[in-house]
């Protein structure tokens, strides 16, 4: 069992950042693989990034690519997402998951029926 909790949500300006946080607790984080999703209003939640469980390899989706950067530090149970340059269609709640379907060295899943575990989400609103 799995606690997630992020934090860091907030409104910013297109072109700023913000940096979004998630805090595990129960079983140790390093079991798990760790993603972001986000799901704006009327859409579906979508993958945004993953990591493995190592830590040792990252993946995005297209659409952030070079612009977020997801991280983790095993020994305090965080995960995070640095998020620059951002756009009005970022604008979304994000949500924090865990995945226990393999250590995510090749890839991690990218669809949300694959992770176990989810956090209450954090509301992040990019401004034009």
């Known amino acids: 069992q799995v606690q997630l909790v992020e934090s860091g949500g907030g409104l910013v300006q297109a072109g700023g950042s913000l940096r979004l946080s998630c805090a595990a607790s129960g079983r140790t984080s390093s079991s798990y693989i760790m993603g972001w999703f986000r799901q704006a209003p009327g859409k579906e939640r979508e993958f945004v990034a993953g990591i493995a469980r190592s830590g040792s390899r990252t993946f995005y989706a297209d659409s952030v690519k070079g612009r977020f950067s997801i991280s983790r530090d095993n020994a305090k149970n965080t995960v995070v997402l640095q998020m620059n340059s951002l756009k009005p269609e970022d604008t979304a709640v994000y949500y924090c998951?865990?995945?226990?379907?393999?250590?995510?060295?090749?890839?991690?899943?990218?669809?949300?029926?694959?992770?176990?575990?989810w956090g209450q989400g954090t509301q992040v609103t990019v401004s034009s």
């Open positions: 998951a865990a995945s226990n379907k393999g250590t995510g060295y090749y890839t991690v899943p990218k669809d949300k029926s694959e992770y176990t575990y």
